[in-house]
């Protein structure tokens, strides 16, 4: 990971230092549909990313900060949008597929926040829900990087927050993609970080 930074470096603007007070952690689209072998979608750079997503999920856990979990899934008859025609496709609500990974399972009292496009704050109640916790800032991790976790990010940005986006933590179908999308993120919109540079500041 310390080559991908050195790779994206010169296009890091204004970088804000972390602080895990009033801080959110979203945990995007970790579902089987794009982490099980048995998937169409399965994207194998995910699989490597899991035990990060984990790590960061605990220590959340552990200081009690917020978690929100996102899963793309659209409901019997709900209008997919373009989405579908670009894709070809559509994870349906009932599909077992459309669950989170087991080993990064919600608890019960952790939000599961159900969208329909890329973006986590199109049509959700994503916002409402930061700024009633007092939120500043938001931790992205997950998949993919190029379309819903920078779509997320770029939004979270255009809403007043700080954004913060795991280079070791999110993933997608190849490194070209991910360093690309880091590259657009980190000249605008997001502060580009490691894993355990975030992990280093919780346990202060």
Same mark, same amino acid.
């Given at each position: 990971?310390?080559?991908?930074?050195?790779?994206?470096?010169?296009?890091?603007?204004?970088?804000?230092?972390?602080?895990?007070?009033?801080?959110?952690? &979203?945990?995007?689209?970790?579902?089987?549909?794009? &982490?099980?072998?048995?998937?169409?979608?399965? $994207?194998?750079?995910?699989?490597?990313?899991?035990?990060?997503?984990?790590?960061?999920?605990e220590s959340y856990r @552990?200081?009690? +900060?917020?978690?929100?979990?996102?899963?793309?899934?659209?409901?019997?008859?709900?209008?997919?949008?373009?989405?579908?025609?670009?894709?070809?496709?559509?994870?349906?609500?009932?599909?077992?597929?459309?669950?989170?990974?087991?080993?990064?399972?919600?608890?019960?009292?952790?939000?599961? +926040?159900?969208?329909?496009?890329?973006?986590?704050?199109?049509?959700?109640? $994503?916002?409402?829900?930061?700024?009633?916790?007092?939120?500043?800032?938001?931790?992205?991790?997950?998949?993919?990087?190029? +379309?819903?976790?920078?779509?997320?990010?770029?939004?979270?940005f255009m809403r007043d927050?700080?954004v913060f986006f795991i280079?070791?933590?999110?993933?997608?179908? @190849?490194?070209?993609?991910?360093?690309?999308? &880091?590259?657009?993120?980190?000249?605008?919109?997001?502060?580009?970080?490691?894993?355990? @540079?975030? $992990?280093?500041?919780?346990?202060?």
């Amino acid at each position: 990971m310390g080559k991908i930074i050195k790779t994206i470096r010169k296009y890091i603007k204004h970088p804000f230092p972390f602080s895990y007070k009033n801080s959110a952690l &979203l945990v995007i689209d970790m579902q089987r549909f794009f &982490l099980e072998e048995s998937s169409h979608a399965y $994207l194998p750079m995910a699989r490597q990313i899991i035990p990060n997503v984990q790590r960061l999920i605990e220590s959340y856990r @552990n200081l009690k +900060l917020p978690i929100i979990f996102t899963r793309h899934a659209l409901k019997q008859g709900e209008n997919p949008g373009i989405m579908r025609r670009w894709w070809r496709d559509v994870i349906k609500d009932k599909n077992q597929m459309s669950q989170i990974i087991d080993v990064l399972k919600p608890l019960k009292n952790e939000m599961v +926040l159900r969208k329909t496009r890329y973006s986590a704050f199109f049509e959700t109640d $994503l916002e409402k829900v930061l700024q009633r916790q007092k939120i500043k800032r938001v931790v992205i991790t997950g998949v993919l990087t190029h +379309l819903c976790c920078e779509t997320t990010a770029r939004e979270a940005f255009m809403r007043d927050f700080e954004v913060f986006f795991i280079v070791d933590a999110t993933a997608t179908e @190849n490194l070209d993609l991910h360093i690309a999308s &880091l590259k657009t993120l980190s000249n605008g919109f997001a502060i580009p970080v490691t894993t355990q @540079n975030i $992990l280093k500041e919780l346990k202060r």
